[in-house]
């Protein structure tokens, strides 16, 4: 069975940074590409990045602050964010896409499984 | 970035009815979309992909079809279960979008 466990998650200032987990069972993440969407308070879903065979992938709102990665030994994602601000406040979701591989895999594009959540509050 | 408008915004419908919700996208995205279904306080759940095929243990009752900028999503007969937020999501390219979600209520 697939799990999805984020964690990571916590109240802090503007301008701090945070590095949030997403521990993965029921399979092996060097076998999937992987997403981040974040869904603000009362808000609708917002795609944040992918880790994919194919490079790191970010939304245009927080590109050069958040870095995706993965440590395969660990079976984790990871979404390291800095300089966060007000806006970044949400609920983030860790997802695995569906995904196809050849020498690496790349994103299908969908998402497949997701976690359950873990809050980040920017707030001064 | 390619946007997504759902509409209705949200709908009141009573078990048994037929729902249709449309996704329409701001320019061509062929067959790159997915449907998800997210209940209060829960995580989304994909339901339907690549506009029209459905995901492994999904009822059949829900259906996709459409293609390039117009889509949709239909509900043969509303269960109980089944009221949610419902959001279409593209996948032509970087970055995803989503679109705002369709409030299915009673």
């Known amino acids: 069975e697939v799990q999805l466990v984020e964690s990571g998650g916590g109240l802090l200032q503007p301008g701090g940074s945070l590095r949030l987990s997403c521990a993965a069972s029921?399979?092996?993440?060097?076998?999937?590409?992987m997403s981040w969407v974040r869904q603000a308070p009362g808000k609708g879903l917002e795609w944040v990045s992918t880790?994919?065979?194919?490079?790191?992938y970010y939304a245009d709102s927080v590109k050069g602050r958040f870095t995706i990665s993965r440590d395969n030994f660990k079976n984790t994602l990871y979404l390291q964010m800095n300089r966060l601000r007000a806006e970044d406040t949400a609920l983030y979701y860790c997802a695995k896409d569906q995904s196809y591989c050849g020498g690496d895999c790349y994103s299908a594009g969908y998402f497949q499984d997701w976690g359950q959540g873990t809050l980040v509050t920017v707030s001064s | 970035a390619i946007q997504l408008t759902q509409s209705p915004s949200s709908l009141s419908a009573s078990v048994g009815d037929r729902v249709t919700i449309t996704c329409r996208a701001s320019q061509g995205i062929s067959s790159g979309l997915a449907w998800y279904q997210q209940k209060p306080g829960k995580a989304p759940y994909l339901l339907i992909y690549?506009?029209?095929s459905l995901e492994s243990g999904v009822p059949s009752r829900f259906s996709g079809s459409g293609s390039e900028t117009d889509f949709t999503l239909t509900i043969s007969s509303l269960q109980p279960e089944d009221f949610a937020t419902y959001y279409c999501?593209?996948?032509?390219?970087?970055?995803?979008?989503f679109g705002q979600g369709t409030k299915v209520e009673v």
């Open positions: 690549e506009a029209s």
């Open positions: 880790f994919s065979g194919s490079g790191a």
């Open positions: 999501q593209q996948f032509n390219g970087y970055p995803r979008t």
């Open positions: 029921g399979f092996t993440v060097s076998r999937y590409a």
